[in-house]
């Protein structure tokens, strides 16, 4: 993956930054590649390019009649183009699949104003339900989180312990574009964007890319790489509009995620020893650590206060600095949770190493909460 | 599939004009879908609406944890999410798909310009190779033609024939965005747009949808509808930009993607009774019918104009009036080619029913040529 920050390059350019060393990692060359799934959201609102896939292809020197394939589903596109790859793997349907993304989502070099970015960046949620009465991507997980209060008592200290946490976290990784701890003070201090949610609360807009290679058991073999196991991966669709879920904070379709490939993986979330999660705002990844399993509902707040998703407690969450610290541009944000993963399985992740990690979890949504993927990979032991 | 036209609805709701009878033409209900394959290119251009499956989904009713996923894949979209479907099908992964696409391209209400919509129909093009320059389709099927014309004499008359036939095609298809019968004068003194491409060589902007269900073989028989077997699809793709490809006219894919298809159906062009093409521009019949095998190399021309192509000649070639009179809602495309393909080989196509078709072809390419999907449909004895 790339270094998450600001970048004016084209989209191609900024993909092969990621897919080349990705390729060189697994020690593949270009004509082994059978298929392609490239993750994009932006590209033909920003910069009125769609079809994207095959100049990608054609970028990094995939020659022609590889399948390739763009994907999008807002801020779950890499997990879902992975999810395909994975299938098309298992079911034999290719050998080789190379799957990532690239997003270009801050304003720089498109002549765009940032405001103007935002409404573009709300093209996940409904136009006429959601969009129309000024719903952004921030409301719903605010509104999602503002229940979690009422419900459990978490408070706004609590959520400002998980930015205090993943800015910490991403303070030891050099991809991160905001890589500067922050304390509770600041993050309360910042002003607020939908609250309980203030500026410090919200992951930024980033630019980057991020690529995996997946191949099946012969292949892994042959290639003689370091590869870890995709252990089980499982996509749930939610209703959108949102008012249309059931139970706000409306985390039912990651628990059926999270069983599903739980029940794919053969371990639970007691055996899980390194967890990434889509922290779009500090009170998603409060939602996410319940949802998955990794905590009792309603003490996630506590837990996260008691340093127990901290590199050194017992259920460490988004080493990278998640989406908070690292930077979130969208289409590239699940392949790069794959990304981190693989390394900290492989024991590659330098001072924010989890030690002796075996297992490990990735929690990937899209729009409104519409969509949900959990990935679990496991080292090969 | 819905007329194909002008429409100001919500892309969900047009969808669901095609999608629902669809299902009941298949009798299935909504709780049988098990993933849902949508194409659609523009949305988030034009309507700033991405993430658009799990919308789709909700509006037409199917329930939540459906295997949803947006296709794009510029012109080509439609035939891409059907070859997933069928990929999906044939593998187990999944028993029935829903698979269809939706676009809105006219400017009718968007508040958009539509020297505006020339500009983001156009980002299927390379943005730095193609778009800077001022490249859009219509120049580079031109660019094409141009060379056909050179190497094999191909007229503008000839052209124009093409137009004239899928004019009359379209003329009893009363989905047709423009039905009217056209002639050969009409089309040479129509303006010029990219030579030798003039106003009435060229498709429409039109908005609408289509669906198809893709199911299994004992599905197909516990449902008890009259299916048609998809007994082959191809993909390949081509370098982007279009310079780098070889020997202009490019069709090489197309080419590649059609013995691939027929290598799967172990049938050939001579045993095809009817073909949908791909035909943005009148050029791009005449090179389609040679890259398919349907006519040799530099025929299509002279066949055109004998009535070989007519749905009274010996290779009747877009009865629904093609993409040039029944209209081109760019992710649609694909799957309204499947539905007047099943129509005919149901025996269903009425005044323009190709007598005892047994075999089918559909063609759909998309971008810069950087696509091309061949799929070969066959009536169950």
Redesign the interface.
């Known amino acids: 993956m790339t270094d998450f920050g600001v970048y004016t390059k ?1 989209i191609a350019e900024l993909f092969a930054d990621a897919a080349l060393p990705a390729m060189e990692d697994a020690g593949i060359e270009n004509g082994d590649v059978d298929a392609f799934y490239f993750g994009n ?5 920003i ?5 994207l ?3 990608v ?2 970028h990094i020197g995939l020659p ?11 801020c779950a596109t890499g997990s ?1 183009a992975l999810k ?1 790859a994975v ?2 793997v298992e ?3 290719h050998d080789v699949v190379l799957v990532g993304g690239a997003e270009r989502c801050t304003p720089a070099g498109t002549g765009i104003e940032t405001s103007e970015m935002t ?2 960046f ?3 949620a ?3 339900y959601e ?1 129309a009465p000024g719903m952004t991507t921030a409301s719903v997980f605010a509104l999602h989180t503002q229940r979690h209060m009422h419900e459990y008592g978490t408070t706004e200290e609590q959520l400002a312990e998980v930015a205090v946490k993943n800015h910490y976290h991403g303070s030891m990784n050099s991809r991160a574009q905001f890589g500067e701890e922050k304390t509770v003070e600041e993050v309360l201090e910042s002003p607020v964007i939908a609250s309980p949610f203030r500026l410090l609360d919200c992951c930024p807009f980033s630019d980057g890319a991020s690529a995996v290679v997946v191949v099946g058991e012969s292949a892994a073999e042959s290639y003689g790489v370091e590869p870890v196991d995709v252990a089980g991966i499982s ?7 949102v008012a ?2 059931p139970n706000p904070p409306s985390t ?2 990651v628990r ?1 995620a999270a069983r599903d490939t739980f029940d794919q993986a053969g371990f639970g979330p007691g055996d899980v020893d390194v967890t990434e999660v889509h922290d779009c705002f500090t009170g998603a990844e409060i939602l996410a650590l319940e949802a998955l399993g990794l905590v009792e509902d309603g003490r996630a707040g506590p837990a996260t206060v008691q340093g127990r998703t901290r590199l050194t407690g017992d259920i460490p969450v988004n080493p990278s600095g998640g989406l908070k610290s690292k930077g979130h541009p969208i289409g590239a944000t699940g392949t790069a949770q794959i990304v981190e993963l693989t390394e900290q399985l492989r024991g590659e992740s330098g001072e924010r190493q989890v030690e002796d990690s075996t297992r490990a979890l990735a929690h990937n949504v ?2 409104m909460t ?2 949900a993927v959990v990935t679990a990979l496991e080292a090969r032991t």
Chains 1, 2 share one sequence.
């Open positions: 084209p959201v932006l590209g033909g609102a910069l009125n390019e769609t079809h896939a095959p100049q292809a054609s022609p009649g590889t399948s390739v394939q763009r994907y999008e589903d807002a879902l395909h299938r098309a079911t034999g349907e409404r573009i709300g093209s996940g409904h136009r006429q969009q996509h749930q669709a939610n209703a959108s509009p249309d879920q039912e379709m059926r899209g729009g519409a969509t």
